[in-house]
């Protein structure tokens, strides 16, 4: 039978919108070697990950396209095949769409959470995760493809919640309210999903609530159990899908995915300047086998955890080279942890390898500091993170503070023979046994099965 009009039109309309998400996906591809769209060095490793890499995003791009502020889903913001952003390898990163102008009922129950409040975890048994924050903001980090979005005048968060301050019941569930305005009298858990930067005199609404569960202990913490509503929705049925809506999406994943990959490309090199002095000052944001200032998160430096401090850098080791990185923490934080990732932002395979540690995994020294080795095979000592044999990537410290610190972390790097590495630690430091290792390595393997299940 052929088409009516009405068909015809579908038809062509969604063809167009086809041919489009596949033309920004070749210009997407592009970004993973041409050296006007500052890739990562073209090494075969690098491409292989590089096309993986955008894979990821392609990945992501067609949940976001789809999804439905009026009939919001939690879903994975990041994941083992959607890794980006120089992720956190002990946070589970959450996310659903929002309109900043409805109301939403986030509800959900924890494992045991007394160190939510600053006591010690519980003995034996589940916990919930070391440390969970709730941000409501107003743009996806990238998407815009443009540095220009590194402003509170395009992307900032409304509100926030934190388990510091997360009032929860006796049986571990809570309720979140998320609105423009919280009631008058309303004394609950509450995000707010409109607020006005007064130094751009603009308004803003929340287009995303972001959520990031970190861990600590991997083998007893276990992730939230999670739901969100809209409370106009509740009860309802979304429209059946037509064609100008479905082209409008598959445009938009294409988008997604080129925007992404210039984004970040153009972030590590101009911003972080991997690569290179860009702004002319003499010196590299992210410095060579070393670690910068410690810096709270801003919107300057790619945003990230409002919580979360950092310091960041670049690995650079030959066959026989490591880095020696002492740590030491005059204040407490909620969470800690150090990640390396390679030059796409990807973690490393935290999985299968120990390319993270966090604060509950790292072994302190008697004087308090914890020494890590980042080396491309195992040094047997304690604090190791493995390069899987990338010869450069990034490396992260994160400290989580609900409030600032009146100390901050201090870092010394170390470059170091391979053979000299038991020099540069205290002479007490023990001797890690492969069977340690195994057992490490098995804690892992088991956690990331259900941090990231499918069922």
């Avoid at 007064?198 to 159990?225: C, K, N, P, V």
Wanted: glycine share 8%.
């Amino acid at each position: 039978m052929p088409d009516s009009g009405d068909n015809a039109a579908a038809h062509a309309a969604l063809r167009a919108a086809w041919d489009a998400m596949l033309l920004d996906l070749t210009r997407a591809r592009d970004a993973i070697d041409d050296p006007r769209l500052y890739p990562p060095p073209p090494t075969d490793r690098n491409l292989a990950e590089g096309y993986r890499y955008l894979l990821g995003f392609l990945y992501s791009a067609i949940e976001r396209a789809f999804g439905d502020p009026r009939f919001p889903t939690i879903r994975r913001a990041i994941s083992p095949v959607d890794k980006a952003t120089i992720d956190n390898a002990d946070a589970l990163y959450l996310a659903a769409p929002i309109d900043g102008n409805l109301t939403y009922r986030v509800t959900g129950r924890a494992q045991d959470h007394r160190h939510w409040r600053g006591d010690s975890p519980a003995p034996s048994g589940r916990t919930a995760p070391q440390y969970v924050i709730f941000e409501a903001t107003t743009a996806w980090a990238g998407d815009t493809g443009q540095l220009a979005e590194l402003s509170p005048t395009v992307r900032t968060n409304t509100g926030t919640l934190d388990s510091s301050k997360l009032q929860v019941n006796a049986d571990g569930t809570f309720e979140i309210l998320l609105a423009p305005e919280a009631p008058e009298g309303y004394a609950g858990n509450f995000i707010r999903s409109k607020g006005f930067v007064r130094s751009a005199g603009m308004a803003h609404t929340a287009q995303y609530l972001i959520i990031r569960e970190l861990f600590h202990d991997w083998e007893r913490e276990d992730a939230l159990d999670l739901q969100i509503t809209c409370v106009a929705s509740e009860g309802r049925h979304p429209r059946p899908l037509d064609a100008e809506s479905a082209a409008c999406q598959i445009r938009r994943v294409g988008e997604m995915v080129e925007n992404q990959m210039r984004f970040w490309n153009e972030f590590y090199a101009v911003v972080l300047e991997t690569y290179g002095d860009m702004n002319g000052d003499g010196e590299r944001f992210m410095p060579r086998n070393d670690l910068n200032a410690p810096n709270f998160a801003s919107i300057q430096t790619g945003g990230g955890q409002t919580t979360n401090l950092y310091a960041g850098g670049v690995f650079e080791l030959g066959d026989n080279d490591a880095l020696v990185i002492e740590v030491r923490i005059p204040v407490r934080p909620a969470y800690s942890g150090f990640h390396l990732s390679n030059l796409w932002g990807e973690s490393l395979d935290y999985a299968n390898h120990l390319t993270s540690l966090s604060a509950h995994q790292a072994e302190p020294g008697a004087d308090g500091a914890v020494r890590f080795v980042v080396a491309h095979r195992d040094p047997g000592v304690p604090n190791w993170l493995d390069t899987t044999g990338l010869p450069e990537g990034f490396m992260a410290l994160r400290w989580t503070y609900p409030t600032k610190p009146d100390r901050l972390p201090t870092v010394k790097v170390t470059k170091v023979a391979f053979d000299a590495i038991r020099q540069h630690v205290p002479a007490d430091v023990r001797t890690v046994p492969a069977a340690e290792r195994r057992e490490q390595i098995r804690i892992r393997q088991a956690h990331v099965q259900r941090r990231f299940r499918q069922y």
